[in-house]
Protein backbone atom coordinates (compact mmCIF):
# COMPACT_ATOMS: atom_id res chain seq x y z
CA UNK A 1 0.00 0.00 0.00
CA UNK A 2 1.02 3.62 -0.40
CA UNK A 3 0.39 6.81 1.79
CA UNK A 4 0.23 10.15 0.10
CA UNK A 5 0.40 13.29 1.97
CA UNK A 6 -0.42 16.83 -0.07
CA UNK A 7 0.89 20.41 0.89
CA UNK A 8 1.43 23.89 -0.01
CA UNK A 9 -2.15 24.76 -0.53
CA UNK A 10 -3.35 28.10 0.61
CA UNK A 11 -4.83 31.68 -0.07
CA UNK A 12 -2.85 33.45 -3.20
CA UNK A 13 -3.89 35.74 -5.95
CA UNK A 14 -4.15 35.32 -9.40
CA UNK A 15 -1.03 35.41 -11.50
CA UNK A 16 0.92 33.65 -8.16
CA UNK A 17 2.91 30.40 -9.05
CA UNK A 18 3.09 28.28 -6.37
CA UNK A 19 3.93 24.97 -5.46
CA UNK A 20 2.17 21.45 -4.34
CA UNK A 21 4.06 18.78 -2.85
CA UNK A 22 3.27 15.14 -2.40
CA UNK A 23 5.09 12.89 0.02
CA UNK A 24 5.10 9.26 -0.75
CA UNK A 25 5.87 6.10 1.36
CA UNK A 26 5.09 2.91 1.04
CA UNK A 27 5.47 0.92 -1.96
CA UNK A 28 6.49 2.26 -5.21
CA UNK A 29 7.91 0.29 -8.23
CA UNK A 30 9.42 2.04 -11.42
CA UNK A 31 5.86 1.38 -12.96
CA UNK A 32 4.00 3.72 -10.56
CA UNK A 33 2.29 6.57 -11.56
CA UNK A 34 1.73 9.61 -8.98
CA UNK A 35 -1.26 11.15 -10.25
CA UNK A 36 -2.55 15.08 -9.40
CA UNK A 37 -6.19 15.69 -9.33
CA UNK A 38 -8.76 18.68 -8.28
CA UNK A 39 -12.13 19.43 -7.18
CA UNK A 40 -13.50 22.75 -7.15
CA UNK A 41 -16.70 24.10 -5.30
CA UNK A 42 -19.76 22.74 -7.03
CA UNK A 43 -17.76 20.81 -9.78
CA UNK A 44 -16.92 16.90 -10.17
CA UNK A 45 -13.06 15.82 -9.20
CA UNK A 46 -10.98 16.78 -12.15
CA UNK A 47 -7.84 14.84 -13.61
CA UNK A 48 -4.72 17.61 -13.45
CA UNK A 49 -1.74 15.23 -14.95
CA UNK A 50 0.25 12.17 -14.18
CA UNK A 51 4.21 11.56 -13.69
CA UNK A 52 5.83 7.83 -14.01
CA UNK A 53 7.77 6.87 -11.26
CA UNK A 54 10.52 5.51 -12.94
CA UNK A 55 11.25 7.57 -16.37
CA UNK A 56 9.26 10.59 -15.22
CA UNK A 57 6.93 10.44 -18.44
CA UNK A 58 4.05 12.94 -17.64
CA UNK A 59 0.78 13.04 -19.02
CA UNK A 60 -1.56 16.90 -18.67
CA UNK A 61 -4.69 16.89 -18.92
CA UNK A 62 -5.70 19.88 -21.82
CA UNK A 63 -6.90 22.52 -19.26
CA UNK A 64 -3.92 22.87 -17.70
CA UNK A 65 -1.31 21.68 -20.54
CA UNK A 66 1.49 25.09 -20.54
CA UNK A 67 1.11 26.50 -17.33
CA UNK A 68 1.12 23.32 -14.46
CA UNK A 69 4.46 21.53 -14.39
CA UNK A 70 5.04 17.97 -12.39
CA UNK A 71 8.04 16.73 -11.23
CA UNK A 72 9.47 14.00 -8.66
CA UNK A 73 12.65 13.57 -6.51
CA UNK A 74 12.53 9.85 -6.18
CA UNK A 75 15.25 9.80 -3.42
CA UNK A 76 13.05 11.93 -1.59
CA UNK A 77 10.03 9.90 -2.33
CA UNK A 78 8.12 13.70 -3.57
CA UNK A 79 6.04 14.40 -6.08
CA UNK A 80 5.72 18.55 -6.87
CA UNK A 81 3.13 20.12 -8.81
CA UNK A 82 4.18 23.70 -9.89
CA UNK A 83 1.69 25.62 -10.84
CA UNK A 84 2.21 29.11 -12.89
CA UNK A 85 -0.16 32.05 -13.89
CA UNK A 86 -3.10 31.06 -11.25
CA UNK A 87 -6.48 32.21 -11.93
CA UNK A 88 -9.64 32.35 -9.76
CA UNK A 89 -10.99 29.12 -11.68
CA UNK A 90 -8.15 26.80 -10.63
CA UNK A 91 -9.29 27.33 -6.86
CA UNK A 92 -9.97 24.04 -5.42
CA UNK A 93 -9.07 20.84 -3.24
CA UNK A 94 -6.01 19.36 -5.03
CA UNK A 95 -5.20 15.70 -4.41
CA UNK A 96 -2.47 13.01 -5.06
CA UNK A 97 -2.77 9.82 -6.07
CA UNK A 98 -1.10 6.49 -6.46
CA UNK A 99 -1.71 3.62 -9.70
CA UNK A 100 0.03 0.85 -9.81
CA UNK A 101 0.88 1.51 -13.38
CA UNK A 102 -2.32 3.51 -15.25
CA UNK A 103 -2.29 7.04 -15.77
CA UNK A 104 -6.73 6.06 -15.96
CA UNK A 105 -6.98 4.02 -12.47
CA UNK A 106 -5.50 5.10 -9.31
CA UNK A 107 -5.67 2.90 -5.85
CA UNK A 108 -4.69 5.37 -3.03
CA UNK A 109 -5.22 8.73 -2.29
CA UNK A 110 -4.06 11.47 -0.11
CA UNK A 111 -6.56 13.62 2.04
CA UNK A 112 -6.03 17.16 -0.18
CA UNK A 113 -5.11 20.77 0.39
CA UNK A 114 -7.16 23.36 -0.37
CA UNK A 115 -5.95 25.95 -3.11
CA UNK A 116 -7.63 29.19 -3.15
CA UNK A 117 -7.17 31.73 -5.66
CA UNK A 118 -8.38 35.93 -5.31
CA UNK A 119 -8.69 37.50 -8.05
Known amino acids: QVQLVESGGGLVQAGDSPRLSCAVS????????IGWFRRAPGKEREFVGGIRWGDGYTYYASSVKGRFIMSRDNAKNTVCLQMNSLKPEDTAVYYC????????????WGQGTQLTVSS
Open 26 to 33: GRTFSTTV
Open 97 to 108: ASSRGSFSTYEY
